[in-house]
């Protein structure tokens, strides 16, 4: 059930349950068509995902154009994510086009292009030959397969299989206790990222970032058309965490990648830990893979994937994902409509502010971090229907969004760029809108704007934070406490 602006319906009595932590979902051959994307937004999608791993160039400018055709339709921003495959480490071939390691046995890696046997195969990443040691581990097919290196050379690497099985061509390898020394942008990715940034796409995902190096180098090849979200899928970034999130745009927590290079306990505490760093730095944080992945098949959920779902959202997460549930899943509407309903649950429970408010977030010694510092305050004082924030960057709505206010954001922006990429932050709803240019003109359009997205009745009370001289990027400087009166919302209703 929707509203009339297409927004999800979350109680009985028909009023519209502002949801501040945000869905994002892939989009694939389940779902890139433009009845289905409408399907998901009315469920609740804010965000979709293209994953460059699967299709073509072709495939994915229509699926863009099907979310801008959705957008206008809707008259509501959206953010398109195009997430990079980055590099693949694979094993070679064999004879038989599969083999069968021996568990407690020995298998080699070697640079033998020959195929494979049950005691060696060809590693077509030279690289590797000279960084592995041993002790260390490799895991082959998702971690399926398991080895630990007794001897590496230049030119064969020597294990001990610790768990053995089936292994077929090209199966994937995960090297979890190295920094591997292969660039995070392949050739693959360069054309993707070129493709993502002609079509307009918000935010871009790069892969396997293992160094603040990685980031970096994607930072000067996006050049600033498209926010750079890093995806925390390797240990090895965890050393560096702190530089990575400073030199990104935004995080997002790739637990499946992670938990094949993890041990499973690891990751819970790894991911609130990530969540929390990032929530402190005022980016937005993502969590993401297998949240509800039993709805590819099934159309519920188990309590395990609820619960999952629930402890994100508890620990103030900007977004939670939605990967092969929405792209090839048999219940993709479903799926987003289970987690908008698990998300608006948990932001109903009155332990919700407690918790997300746990992070010790210290604000900058700014004038712009004090004034967001002092809306989240009077939130808690004052019972307020919102908080207008007028940005061109975005960034006075990121410093509001990172105090995690009790009341809900309004972001007006004359950027329809910061506007999208509002759609992956926490409790802001944006608005695509002329500039202001003057006090009375910026009271008149906050109420005016509040009133028509439902932030307020008469009597209401709400902040406007905003910079001037307007239209002077990070001069925020002005907090202001406006009440809607009664003639006021006379006037919306007539219009």
Not at 22 to 31: D, H, M, Q, R
Not at 282 to 303: C, D, H, Y
Not at 383 to 400: D, E, N, P, W, Y
Not at 431 to 443: A, K, L
Request: proline share 6%; glycine share 8%.
């Amino acid at each position: 059930m929707t509203n009339s602006e297409g927004l999800p319906v979350g109680r009985p009595d028909g009023l519209a349950i502002r949801r501040k932590v945000k869905i994002l979902a892939t989009l694939g051959p389940a779902s890139r068509d433009p009845e289905m994307i409408a399907k998901l937004i009315r469920a609740g999608a804010d965000s979709f995902r293209v994953n460059m791993s699967h299709g073509d160039h072709a495939t994915h400018a229509e699926t863009i154009r099907n979310v801008r055709d959705a957008e206008k339709a809707f008259q509501r921003p959206i953010g398109i994510l195009c997430d990079m495959q980055g590099p693949k480490l694979r094993v070679g071939t064999f004879k038989d086009g599969r083999a069968v390691l021996r568990h407690s046995g020995h298998f080699t890696l070697d640079r033998d292009p020959a195929p494979g046997d049950d005691l060696r195969v060809c590693l077509p990443h030279p690289e590797l030959f000279g960084v592995l040691h041993k002790g260390q581990r490799l895991l082959i097919d998702d971690g399926k397969l398991r080895l630990r290196v007794i001897t590496a050379g230049a030119d064969e690497i020597h294990c001990a299989v610790e768990v053995g099985g089936v292994i077929s061509d090209r199966k994937g390898l995960n090297v979890p206790d190295a920094v591997v020394p292969v660039p995070a942008l392949t050739d693959k990715d360069r054309r993707d990222v070129a493709f993502a940034i002609e079509h307009g796409t918000d935010w871009i995902g790069l892969s396997f970032v293992q160094r603040p190096e990685d980031v970096a180098e994607a930072r000067r090849l996006i050049g600033g058309h498209a926010a750079l979200i890093a995806k925390i899928e390797k240990p090895a970034a965890i050393q560096r965490l702190a530089e990575i999130i400073e030199l990104a745009d935004g995080i997002m927590v790739a637990r499946g990648d992670l938990g094949v290079e993890l041990n499973p306990e690891e990751v819970p505490p790894l991911q609130k830990r990530i969540v929390e760093m990032t929530r402190r730095s005022g980016k937005p944080v993502i969590v993401a893979t297998q949240m509800l992945e039993s709805m590819i098949e099934s159309p519920a959920p188990t309590r395990a994937e609820v619960s999952d779902v629930a402890n994100a959202v508890y620990d103030g997460a900007d977004a939670v994902m939605l990967s092969a549930e929405t792209a090839s899943g048999q219940w993709p509407e479903e799926a987003v409509t289970i987690m908008h309903r698990i998300a608006a649950q948990v932001e109903a429970d009155p332990a919700y502010k407690r918790r997300i408010q746990l992070a010790d977030v210290h604000p900058d010694s700014t004038t712009a971090d004090a004034l967001a510092q002092a809306c989240a305050t009077i939130a808690d004082t004052v019972t307020l229907a919102g908080i207008i924030v007028f940005t061109g960057s975005g960034a006075s709505a990121r410093r509001v969004a990172r105090e995690r206010p009790a009341a809900p954001m309004l972001v007006l922006t004359p950027s329809n760029k910061t506007a999208r990429r509002m759609a992956l932050m926490w409790g802001a709803l944006a608005v695509h809108t002329r500039d202001i240019g003057s006090f009375e003109e910026m009271i008149a359009k906050g109420k005016r704007m509040a009133l028509r997205h439902g932030f307020g009745v008469a009597g209401a009370k709400l902040i406007a934070l905003a910079g001037v001289p307007f239209g002077t990027p990070g001069a925020t400087n002005l907090l202001h406490v406006v009440t809607l009166a009664g003639d006021e919302l006379k006037r919306h209703k007539a219009e």
